[in-house]
C-alpha cells in the first residue's frame, strides 16, 4: 500500500525559511497530482500548492504566491515545499496529498494522504 511520509515542519520565527518533503513509498505512477495542503487551528483545509507530476506545472494559492515554491524529485519519489519569508499566519499543519488528476483545490478530490508535520511560525 502506497503511503506518503512528511517531514521538515518546524518552529521558526517570521521571515524564516522551511523545506518539507513527502516520501512517496510505493508506486505512484497513477498519481499525475501532487499537492501540499495545510490546516490552522479551527479553519478548513486549503490548498497551497499542486504540481503535475509529470509536466511540472505548478499552482499556488495567492496567500503564499512569491514565497513557496513547489517542486519534486522522480526519481526519489519525493515531493517538496520551500517556504522562504514565512509569516505567523502560515502557521498550521501542512499536508502532502495525491490524486490522479489536478481537478482543483477541493480536499475531496484528493484520496491519498500524509499524516501531517506541524509548522510554527511567530512573530
Known amino acids: 500500500q502506497v503511503q506518503l511520509v512528511e517531514s521538515g515542519g518546524g518552529s521558526v520565527q517570521a521571515g524564516g525559511s522551511l523545506r518539507l518533503s513527502c516520501a512517496a513509498s510505493?508506486?505512484?505512477?497513477?498519481?499525475?497530482?501532487l499537492a501540499w495542503f495545510r490546516q490552522a487551528p479551527e479553519k478548513e483545509r486549503e490548498r497551497v500548492a499542486r504540481?503535475?507530476?509529470?509536466?511540472?506545472?505548478?499552482d499556488y494559492a495567492d496567500a503564499v504566491k512569491g514565497r513557496f515554491t513547489i517542486s519534486r524529485d522522480a526519481a526519489e519519489n519525493t515531493l517538496y515545499l520551500q517556504m522562504d519569508n514565512l509569516r505567523p499566519e502560515d502557521t498550521g499543519t501542512y499536508y502532502c496529498?495525491?490524486?490522479?488528476?489536478?481537478?482543483?483545490?477541493?480536499?475531496?478530490?484528493?484520496?491519498?494522504w500524509g499524516q501531517g508535520t506541524q509548522v510554527t511560525v511567530s512573530s
Open positions: 504540481i503535475n507530476r509529470l509536466s511540472g506545472s505548478a
Open positions: 496529498a495525491a490524486a490522479q488528476l489536478c481537478l482543483g483545490a477541493d480536499p475531496k478530490l484528493y484520496n491519498l
Open positions: 510505493g508506486d505512484i505512477s497513477e498519481k499525475n497530482c
